[in-house]
């Protein structure tokens, strides 16, 4: 029998055209193929792609320029840019080159001190607006013979309260030298500077029956000859287009807004707790009344209105009967009974 003879297995060679490859020669061939790696340039990256194009510009609303004057006598300035009345006020003392704490309060479209003119938290946009400044310095003593003095108290909105309205017949009313538009400045030498109305309303109401106090009042300064020097006041036209029923509602807090007129309902409303402002506190505030108003219009319930009411001005924390009161005076004008 013949023996098959061992034989080791060579390892496969590689192969290159069907022939095998020496280890030289596959040597060779990578380092080719590494050298044509390196001398090919690879693609640049792509470019950022451009960011998109701007969209128009907004439209900005046309700028807002009342014309003033100092209700004495003055020539007529241009004021804008003011969201409160604070600024307001600025705007005024720059213009006339005087200091915003001798403004006392303003009117509007009268240089008369006529409280049916004051301005409150809106200006319609074709107002004209008079500066009320600080005029004489006089100290009275008042003795309560009675409850309530006869004094109707209301604020500028920038620390000095005044007085609004004075109850004929009344302990007030007797005191020839107190006049409407007087802004209270101390009670007993304390000054109240920097209180709001119904804090002043207070102050007076608590002052005891059969004392005597003093009050220090700065009157609004009187025009004498400048009278007849007053220029007409032109229409606060320049620089708008507006409908001639528009407002604009400063406010404490935020920015000033241009609205349309209040309705009828808020009108009749507004005036309804304004009344009722006096005759719970002794005060009267257009502004308050309106926010009051604002915040009960939508309300189902009286205590839906009173929560709200508390979330705006929850620091004059009002009674509940002038609160039901208010709910009362809402429903009787959305029924019609005012």
């Given at each position: 029998m013949q023996k098959v003879s061992g034989r080791k297995k060579s390892k496969q060679e590689p192969m290159q055209n069907g022939e095998a490859m020496s280890p030289q020669t596959q040597e060779s061939k990578s380092s080719a193929e590494?050298?044509?790696?390196?001398?090919?340039?690879?693609?640049?990256?792509?470019?950022?792609?451009?960011?998109?194009?701007?969209?128009?510009?907004?439209?900005?609303?046309?700028?807002?320029?009342?014309?003033?004057?100092?209700a004495h006598?003055?020539?007529?300035?241009?004021?804008?840019?003011?969201?409160?009345?604070?600024?307001?006020?600025?705007?005024?003392?720059?213009?006339?080159?005087?200091?915003?704490?001798?403004?006392?309060?303003c009117t509007l479209n009268s240089h008369k001190v006529d409280m049916q003119k004051?301005?409150?938290?809106?200006?319609?946009?074709?107002?004209?607006?008079?500066?009320?400044?600080?005029?004489?310095?006089?100290?009275?003593?008042?003795?309560?013979?009675?409850?309530?003095?006869?004094?109707?108290?209301?604020?500028?909105?920038a620390g000095y309260a005044f007085i609004k309205r004075i109850k004929e017949g009344s302990t007030i009313d007797r005191l020839k030298t107190v006049c409407v538009g007087d802004h209270i400045e101390a009670i007993n030498d304390q000054s109240i500077v920097g209180c709001r109305h119904y804090e002043v309303a207070k102050m007076l109401k608590e002052q005891p029956r059969g004392e005597p106090f003093t009050l220090r009042l700065v009157g609004p300064k009187k025009a004498f000859d400048m009278i007849g020097q007053r220029t007409k006041a032109p229409k606060s036209s320049e620089g708008k287009m507006v409908s001639g029923k528009e407002?604009?509602?400063?406010?404490?807090?935020?920015?000033?807004?241009?609205?349309?007129?209040?309705?009828?309902?808020?009108?009749?409303?507004i005036k309804q707790v304004d009344d009722l402002l006096e005759s719970y506190m002794g005060i009267r505030d257009p502004e308050l009344a309106t926010t009051i108003v604002?915040?009960?219009?939508?309300?189902?319930?009286?205590?839906d209105f009173a929560e709200a009411l508390d979330s705006v001005l929850g620091d004059f924390a009002f009674p509940d009967v002038f609160l039901f009161d208010v709910w009362g005076a809402l429903g009787d004008v959305k029924n019609g009974r005012v």
């Open positions: 590494e050298e044509e790696n390196r001398l090919t340039p690879s693609a640049p990256p792509l470019p950022p792609s451009p960011p998109p194009p701007p969209g128009p510009p907004p439209c900005p609303r046309p700028r807002l320029v009342f014309h003033t004057q100092l006598g003055s020539p007529t300035g241009r004021i804008h840019g003011f969201t409160n009345v604070k600024e307001l006020y600025g705007k005024i003392a720059e213009v006339f080159n005087i200091s915003p704490s001798e403004i006392l309060f004051l301005l409150g938290g809106q200006i319609g946009l074709e107002d004209f607006i008079f500066a009320h400044v600080r005029g004489e310095t006089k100290e009275v003593e008042v003795t309560k013979t009675e409850d309530a003095l006869g004094l109707t108290i209301t604020d500028n909105g407002t604009l509602r400063l406010r404490s807090k935020g920015t000033a807004t241009v609205q349309e007129v209040p309705s009828e309902f808020e009108e009749k409303a604002e915040a009960g219009k939508d309300k189902k319930n009286p205590d």
